[in-house]
């Protein structure tokens, strides 16, 4: 299966981690290889990049891709999460003596076009008759058919509702527990019934499956949780002057994003009321990005995905 795709934002994305030779970097989300194997070309001879992704899938094609930076890529199938442990064991495997400093750390949040590719069978498309599986990798044991089948109305209006912003989600839901109750919804085409029979598609630009589609992924990922979890761990793998950049696809990543760094870009988050601060906190971010960093015309023309990609970039102090 063939991951490498045109990454997004590649241009904007060197301009703001600018790698320098022999300069160490981490992708958390390394996919098809596009931004690491650009960021590799510019810390050559010396540096290294770690790439880490959840789908092992993806973890070979960035080994293929990667094939020519030796042992400077470093491939680990886990959840950029986990960074702290996999840092741990990189140094004792890599270089007991040599201290691990790394410049800079990527998340591209979104889909790969392998992945959505009638190739993929995952169930990430509706495009194809696919399972609904929708599991990054197989350490997770819950599918999107399980949610379909076995929650209830009021839990699949819930994450239609939060994850998929879809106005309709308690007809939606209701929809589905009807269904289900004829025969289970194991694949992308069910369920793609199901939703018309809520919606008119040939009224909307959007297919209406994209946002019910979308929740589903996000719960069966824990994207959101995940993020949130993350976003503090990655950046105190940083060094002052390290940046951390994040390229998220839909408003609710893009939020969380957004309110992570200007948490961190504030000295005290006591109420205003309060005389005198009791936090404690001080700030550890610079906001190099006042707003998010979106694609220009051209790359919108060569790679459509690239529309709803935005790029947000904190510095460490």
């Known amino acids: 299966m063939a991951y490498f795709h045109q990454p997004v934002l590649l241009n904007e994305v060197l301009q703001y981690l600018d790698p320098q030779p022999n300069q160490n970097f981490i992708d958390g989300t390394v996919g098809g290889a596009g931004h690491s194997a650009a960021i590799l070309e510019r810390a050559k001879p010396d540096g ?7 789908d092992p899938k993806a973890i070979e094609a960035a080994r293929n891709n990667l094939k020519k930076f030796g042992s400077r ?14 840092i741990e064991k990189i ?16 998340l591209d949040l ?5 992945q959505v590719s009638s190739e993929d069978e995952r169930g990430f498309s509706f495009k194809t008759k696919q399972v609904l599986d929708m599991r990054f990798g197989p350490e997770t044991e819950l ?8 929650w209830p109305e009021a839990e699949l209006k819930r994450i239609f509702k939060e994850y998929g912003e879809e106005r309709h989600a308690g007809l939606i839901a ?10 289970l919804i194991n694949f992308t085409e069910q369920l793609v019934e199901v939703i018309s029979q809520i919606y008119d598609r040939e009224h909307y630009k959007t297919n209406p499956a994209t946002k019910i589609f979308q929740a589903l992924r996000i719960a069966v990922n824990d994207e959101l949780n995940n993020l949130t979890l993350a976003l503090p761990k990655l950046l105190s793998v940083l060094p002052a002057g390290g940046r951390l950049a994040v390229i998220s696809f839909h408003s609710l990543e893009d939020r969380l994003v957004k309110n992570f760094f200007q948490t961190e870009a504030k000295d005290c988050l006591c109420a205003k009321e309060l005389p005198i601060c009791v936090c ?31 790029l947000r970039v904190g510095q460490k102090l």
């Open 48 to 54: 290294i990049l770690i790439g880490l992704d959840r």
């Open 174 to 183: 209701r929809q589905i527990i009807l269904y289900r109750k004829e025969q």
């Open 143 to 150: 599918t999107a058919a399980e949610i379909l089948n076995h």
């Open 110 to 114: 979104g889909l790969s076009s392998a």
């Open 280 to 310: 404690g906190h001080h700030k550890s971010v610079k906001i190099l990005t006042k707003k998010p960093i979106t694609a220009q015309a051209e790359e919108i023309r060569n790679n459509p995905r690239s529309r709803s990609a935005h």
């Open 91 to 106: 140094k004792n495997k890599y270089d007991a003596g040599r201290s691990l400093q790394f410049s800079a750390i990527l």
């Open 73 to 86: 890529a470093i491939l680990v199938q886990e959840n950029y999460s986990n960074i702290n442990q996999v």
